[in-house]
C-alpha cells in the first residue's frame, strides 16, 4: 500500500483479507463482551476496551496516517475526546504544556482543566512559529496548523526539531487537514490527532476522534485513557467511518480545488477583508504551507463589514448550510464571532467547501455578497 496514490490507499486502507462469501467491510460488531474462557489472552475480551469494528477503522486511519511506517491508532467517540486522551496521558501535576491561543474554541476549555490538575499551561499564537518563545521547561507542545479558524500556519518541522531538542513532545491537530493534505507524524510529531466528525468522515452525521502515534508506549498510555474514562466510539459510527473513508481522496480534492477558487474570486470582491486560505499563493502562510501541506483543505476564511451584512450574506445563501462544523460534502459557512470565543471580527466568515458543483456554488456567493451588501 505504501507505494500506492492516496485514492486507491483510501477505498482498499484496513479492509480484512478477503474471505469468500463474506463482505469486504465486515458490518459493525455489537458486543459488550466476547466467549471467553480460560485465560484472557485474545485480542477481544470486553467492549470497553476492545471491538473488531475499532479495529478496522482504527488500521485504515493508520494507513492513511503514515503509509511507510509501523503506526498505532487509537478511535475516540469525539474529537475532544481525542484531545483529553493526548493531554491528560502525558501530563502531571507540575508540567507545563504549551497551546495555541488562537485554536480550537474548546482550547480555553481544556486549559482551565489542565490547570485545575496543576498543570501549566502557555500559550502563543499558530503564526510566526511564536510558541518556540515558550517551550523552554515544557513537557508537550500542542500545535493546531493550520489553525481553527485564523487559517494561520506554522513550521511544523521547524517546531518538532525545537521541542525535541528541549525534551519535548509534539502533537498536532491536524483536524483542518486531514492525513491527505498533512502527515504529521511524516513531519517528525510524536501524535497525529484529528476530530474524524469533519473532513475524515465527511457528511456530518457522525462523531468522532483518532490519535495516531508512532511510540508504542505513547500509543499505550492513550488507549489506556480511552479505556479509563470510556470515551469509545459506537460500532456503528466506527463502521461508518470506515466506508466514508473510501471516498475520502475524492471529497478533499473537489473541496480543495473549489476552497482555491472561491479564495481567488473572494480576492476580487471590494467588500470583502482579511482573506485567508493557506493554498493561495498571496496569503502570509503559503511559503510554510506549501512546504509542508500537499492539500490546502475545505475552509476559507474571511470578514464582512459588520455583524449586519455577515448576517444577511449568510442569510442570502442558498447552497450553504449555517452551520458550525467544517469539511462535509454539503458546504457550510457561519459568522464565528456569535459564539463569542474566537479573537475575530464581527463579520468574520468561516466557510466550509463542500462537493457541489464549483459553478453553482460560486454563482450562490456572488449573490449572496451582492445582496449582503444593498
Request: hydrophobic share 40%; with cysteine; aromatic share 6%.
Amino acid at each position: 500500500m505504501s507505494a500506492m496514490g492516496d485514492g486507491t490507499r483510501a477505498v482498499r486502507a484496513g479492509l480484512p483479507e478477503p474471505e469468500q462469501y463474506e463482505p469486504t467491510l465486515p458490518g459493525p460488531v455489537f458486543a459488550a463482551h466476547f466467549h471467553l474462557s480460560g485465560v484472557p489472552v485474545g485480542p477481544y475480551t470486553y467492549g470497553r476496551e476492545t471491538n473488531p469494528t475499532w479495529t478496522h477503522l482504527e488500521r485504515a486511519i493508520s494507513e492513511l496516517e503514515a503509509p511507510e511506517e509501523q503506526v498505532e491508532t487509537t478511535v475516540f467517540a469525539s474529537g475532544m475526546a481525542a484531545v483529553s486522551a493526548v493531554l491528560l496521558s502525558v501530563a502531571r501535576a507540575g508540567d507545563a504544556v504549551v497551546l495555541p491561543d488562537d485554536g480550537y474554541q474548546a482550547l480555553p476549555l481544556v486549559r482551565e482543566q489542565l490547570e485545575a490538575y496543576g498543570i501549566e499551561v502557555r500559550t502563543a499564537a499558530t503564526g510566526g512559529d511564536a510558541q518556540l518563545e515558550v517551550l523552554d521547561g515544557a513537557k508537550l507542545l500542542w500545535i493546531e496548523t493550520p489553525s481553527n479558524p485564523g487559517l494561520d500556519v506554522c513550521d511544523v518541522r521547524r517546531l518538532v526539531e525545537a521541542a525535541h531538542a528541549a525534551g519535548v513532545l509534539v502533537a498536532v491537530d491536524n483536524t483542518l487537514a486531514t492525513p491527505l493534505g498533512q502527515r504529521p507524524l511524516e513531519l517528525g510529531a510524536d501524535f497525529s490527532v484529528a476530530s474524524d466528525t469533519k473532513g475524515m468522515t465527511g457528511h456530518g452525521d457522525i462523531l468522532l476522534g483518532h490519535v495516531t502515534c508512532r511510540d508504542p508506549l505513547l500509543s499505550a498510555g492513550v488507549r489506556r485513557w480511552r479505556k479509563v474514562v470510556g470515551a469509545i466510539p459506537g460500532p456503528m459510527e466506527a463502521w461508518l467511518a470506515h466506508r466514508s473513508l473510501s471516498t475520502l481522496q475524492l471529497r478533499v480534492d473537489r473541496q480543495c480545488s473549489t476552497a482555491l477558487v472561491l479564495a481567488e474570486t473572494l480576492a476580487k470582491r471590494t467588500e470583502v477583508a482579511g482573506l485567508r486560505y493557506p493554498g493561495l499563493p498571496e496569503d502570509p502562510s503559503y511559503p510554510t504551507a506549501v512546504r509542508q501541506m500537499r492539500r490546502f483543505g475545505s475552509v476559507v476564511s474571511f470578514v464582512l463589514a459588520d455583524k449586519e451584512t455577515a448576517e444577511r450574506f449568510l442569510t442570502a445563501l442558498r447552497l450553504v448550510d449555517d452551520a458550525t462544523s467544517f469539511g462535509g460534502v454539503r458546504s457550510t459557512a457561519e459568522r464565528r464571532a456569535r459564539w463569542g470565543g474566537d479573537a475575530v471580527p464581527e463579520g468574520f466568515i468561516r466557510f466550509s467547501v463542500g462537493a457541489e458543483d464549483p459553478v453553482d456554488l460560486l454563482a450562490d456567493v456572488e449573490r449572496a455578497l451582492d445582496e449582503a451588501g444593498r
